[in-house]
């Protein structure tokens, strides 16, 4: 079956930095684009950061631009995400998920539980 | 950017109760639309995509409807296991791919 297990999360100071993983298992990693999504305390889901299957594609939320890199190694099956200028609002459950569509119309349909990224001095 | 608004942010029901949820686009995006279901602790779960599919494994008493800048998630029996946050999400333009604000179901 799918599953997707972050790892990496911890507690950094703000202007700091953390590598986050995300190990896949279950399917053809390669075939998917895949996804970061986190959920700060006490809101929604927002959307961060999103990879195409061979890496020649890439996007980032407006508040991550420039300081968040993704970033994939398709031969370990794994996802990552690199957060380099941490702040404060930053902290959250950082969740990865994959990308599946039916013609032109895509949606997340894994997640994995998540891994925690508090950023505090 | 594209702008999801979900209504109601939060609302009280009891098991059995029918539940339905809106969201709105800021634009049209056809039956470019997902629902997700959120627990604490656990992993998001796709409910809904392309406005009104059912993704596999997810119990039909879950539906969704609408097409353009008006969206239902509708439960028509809501049982003990669907208090959770839900949320829309538009894939219509290209990433960043926002969702709504979130609905809290919570018991009555």
Known sequence: QVQLVESGGGLVKPGGSLRLSCAASGFTFS??????IRQAPGKG??????????????????SVTGRFTISRDNAKNSLYLQMNSLRVED??????????????????????????????? | DIQMTQSPSSLSASVGDRVTITCRASQNIRMYLNWYQHKPGEAPKLLI????????G??????????????????????????????????FSPPPWKFGQGTKVEIK
């Open chain 1, 31 to 36: 075939d998917y684009y895949m996804s970061w």
């Open chain 1, 45 to 62: 889901l927002e959307w961060v950061s999103y990879i195409g299957s061979s890496s020649s594609y890439t996007n980032y939320g407006d």
């Open chain 1, 91 to 121: 902290t959250a459950v950082y969740y990865c998920a994959r990308r599946n569509c039916i013609t032109t119309s895509c949606y997340l349909d894994y997640w994995g539980r998540g891994t925690l990224v508090t950023v505090s001095s």
């Open chain 2, 49 to 56: 995509y392309s406005a009104s599919s059912l993704q596999s």
């Open chain 2, 58 to 91: 997810v119990p039909s008493r879950f539906s969704g409807s609408g097409s353009g800048t008006d969206f239902t998630l509708t439960i028509s029996s809501l049982q003990p296991e669907d208090f959770a946050t839900y949320y829309c999400q538009q894939t």
